[in-house]
């Protein structure tokens, strides 16, 4: 039988890279059957919430933002799903005129749009965060005037910010997080063997309170 389920977040490990290097994720053996105890487990150290496959919500750029916790539970399944395959040079910005040229494979109702850069492709070296691409602010107005049901944007580089243009990044979020109408983002997807435009995706975000964000693992149905 054909699984028709994809996975579109990358597995955390010792060498899951992060933003700017500057955090880790760690897992330890805490007991092991082969060393004589009774079952194995594992202690997870995530020293920052913005690492992995993950999303960022409002509550990351603004003081009173919403939070994890401030999301029902419908929010993160999407019944229609628009994807793009998007091809991006090293610290390069997505804008709106990269959007126009899909207007018309895309549906007005979109809820979350999935890019696929190729960036991916560099994760295992610094080069995955130090010249990643990013998405120029304007992207955010563009998405709420010509699609208005869009709730998340996901993407397959580390950060919606530009490593190379920081300044600008800062503005991105602003604008996809802006409270009164947020664009959710997820960052540093896994979208290497994504070839199709899915017809639904999940989120499942790790369930912490008041958090700004969350590790998700995303699934793509066919």
Request: proline share 5%.
């Amino acid at each position: 039988m054909v699984d028709k389920h994809i996975y579109l977040s990358h597995f955390l490990s010792n060498d899951t890279p992060t933003y700017g290097k500057r955090d880790k994720f760690e897992i330890h053996k805490n007991s092991s059957i082969e060393s004589g105890d009774t079952a194995n487990s594992f202690s997870l150290n995530l020293s920052t919430n913005h690492m992995g496959t993950h999303i960022d919500l409002p509550n990351h750029f603004y003081k009173n933002g919403q939070s994890l916790n401030d999301f029902k539970a419908s929010y993160w399944f999407y019944d229609n799903v628009g994807f793009i395959n998007l091809p991006k040079k090293h610290g390069e910005l997505i804008i709106v005129d990269d959007l126009l040229c899909f207007e018309n494979s895309l549906d007005s109702k979109m809820e979350i749009l999935i890019i696929k850069t190729g960036f991916e492709q560099y994760r295992k070296t610094d080069v995955y965060w130090q010249e990643n691409p990013g998405i120029d602010p304007s992207v955010a107005n563009y998405l709420i005037e010509k699609y208005p049901n869009i709730r998340t944007i996901g993407f397959d580089f580390i950060s919606l910010t530009s490593f190379k243009h920081r300044s600008v990044g800062k503005q991105a979020h602003l604008s996809f997080l802006n409270p009164e109408k947020p664009i959710t983002v997820i960052e540093d997807m896994h979208l290497e063997k994504l070839d199709f435009c899915p017809s639904k995706i999940n989120v499942f975000p790790l369930l912490v309170k008041n958090i700004d964000s969350a590790p998700v693992n995303v699934i793509a149905i066919n």
